[in-house]
């Protein structure tokens, strides 16, 4: 072997160790960074906006997986945790789910039960009547086919009624059997209520006999019931004052 010879054997060698070397650093490198990192683990991100309140489903999240050090303790890794429940607050477009953002549907309490009834959008208040609200249940009556001494009146239904779900607004066909003075398309929302059955028999009279009923939405730790002689109203309390 001539020293041209030697000095290629050499400078092969020479590239080999640096190579081995270099893949040895970059082992390294990437042991250090796992080391650093830890394992991966399963989360979940909200795919498009969720309204606060809404019913969950897991189809509206979509599954990532991120390291788990990085991962608080109170992210959501199990999608069972959603079935049956509502979004406590409004859900942002790419947000990391966590256990806070979801709560257990309102259930029904001893004695009570569940009684769903239309709302005109227009009547009702308007986007701010969400599952868990208490609200006061208003009807107003007209005077006709009610008697000669019958006046027009607005009257409570039910004192802090508590609200379990809000459906869909839906159009409705506004002529009712035997009226002719209404006609056209209204929207309405189904709105349930947990409720005795007594209020709930009132409810159902109202909604059947009266010409409007309206939903008073209340603070969540103030009075329900109104003062002694505030349940009802007429034009002629205000006319005699």
């Known amino acids: 072997m001539n020293a041209r010879q030697r000095r290629g054997v050499i400078l092969l060698v020479l590239s080999v160790l640096c190579a081995l070397a270099a893949f040895a650093g970059v082992v390294v490198v990437i042991s250090d960074v796992q080391a650093k990192v830890g394992p991966e683990v399963t989360a ?5 906006d969720i309204t606060a309140y809404s019913p969950l489903q897991p189809t509206q999240f979509e599954k990532i997986t991120m390291p788990e050090r990085w991962l608080s303790a109170n992210a959501v890794t199990d999608l069972s945790a959603v079935r049956g429940r509502i979004a406590v607050s409004d859900l942002k477009k790419g947000s990391l789910l966590q256990k806070d953002m979801v709560a257990d549907r309102p259930a029904l309490e001893s004695g009570q039960q569940e009684i769903a009834i239309m709302i005109d959008a227009s009547t009702g208040v308007a986007g701010k009547i969400t599952a ?25 239904i039910v004192a802090g009624a508590r609200v379990l779900d ?28 947990a409720l005795g059955t007594a209020d709930a028999q009132r409810v159902a009279y109202a909604e059947s006999f009266a010409k ?28 005699n004052k």
């Open 166 to 193: 809000v459906g869909k607004l839906t159009p409705l066909d506004q002529r009712r059997s035997g009226d002719s003075r209404a006609s056209g398309i209204r929207e309405a929302v189904p709105i349930t209520f």
């Open 132 to 156: 868990g609200a208490r609200v006061n249940i208003f009807a107003t009556f007209d005077d006709e086919g009610r008697g000669k001494d019958a006046v027009a009146e607005s009257r409570l």
């Open 212 to 239: 409007h009923v309206r939903l008073a939405l209340l603070p969540k730790d103030g009075p329900a019931a109104l003062k002694p002689g505030e349940s009802t109203y007429t034009l002629d309390e205000d006319k």
């Open 44 to 48: 979940y991100r909200v795919k498009a």
